[in-house]
């Protein structure tokens, strides 16, 4: 794979620090997935990511769709993209394992995630869309557990001056 120049490789720990603040930060990702065919198929999504010092892991309240069930059976890898564009111009990417959790436990606590952790990252799910207003139990409700193997952050200050640095981290290959 081609080397990026401007990129510092960096351990994850260090990476994961830097993208947890960012992407938290701005909250909403552009999140794509792929169908059978081969082409991308994209969305915004609310995100949170949670680093415990040794493992990044992120979490979307999700619609069930037919459409990303059939996506994510079948290719169960995701692109996520933040971007502030208002004035700072930072971004950062994730590339991740997805898995689409739709067990009542797993609804249920990542109903209880979203509704218990404080604004902007936090929002109460039933309050959010119709189909969600019966609770975790909702048909309509999942949750996508996403699992990063590359990430990348990249400072707007970069882009503009020419300071600071491009972080990179990806997973060894097994």
């Known amino acids: 794979m081609a080397q990026d120049k401007?990129?510092?490789?960096a351990p994850l720990a260090t990476v994961a620090e830097a993208f947890t603040e960012m992407a938290n930060r701005m909250v909403y990702a552009t999140l794509a997935t792929v169908d059978g065919?081969?082409?991308?198929r994209s969305r915004m999504v609310h995100s949170l990511w949670q680093?415990?010092?040794e493992q990044l892991t992120g979490w979307v309240g999700s619609m069930?769709?037919?459409?990303?069930?059939?996506?994510?059976?079948?290719?169960?890898?995701?692109?996520?993209?933040?971007?502030?564009?208002?004035?700072v111009y930072d971004t950062c990417v994730a590339e991740c394992r997805a898995e689409l959790l739709?067990?009542?436990?797993?609804?249920?606590a990542g109903w209880e995630l979203f509704k218990n952790t404080p604004e902007p990252l936090g929002y109460d799910p039933g309050a959010v869309h119709p189909d969600w207003q019966d609770g975790p139990s909702s048909p309509a409700w999942?949750?996508?557990?996403?699992?990063?193997?590359?990430l990348r952050v990249f400072p707007g200050e970069f882009a503009r001056t020419g300071n600071g640095r491009i972080l990179q981290w990806r997973e060894p290959a097994s």
């Open 142 to 150: 999942g949750v996508l557990r996403l699992e990063p193997w590359f």
């Open 51 to 53: 680093w415990n010092g």
């Open 102 to 108: 739709l067990d009542e436990e797993s609804k249920r």
């Open 64 to 87: 069930v769709t037919p459409m990303k069930r059939a996506h994510l059976a079948r290719n169960p890898y995701v692109s996520c993209n933040f971007w502030d564009g208002a004035e």
């Open 37 to 40: 065919n081969g082409r991308p």
């Open 6 to 9: 401007y990129a510092t490789e």
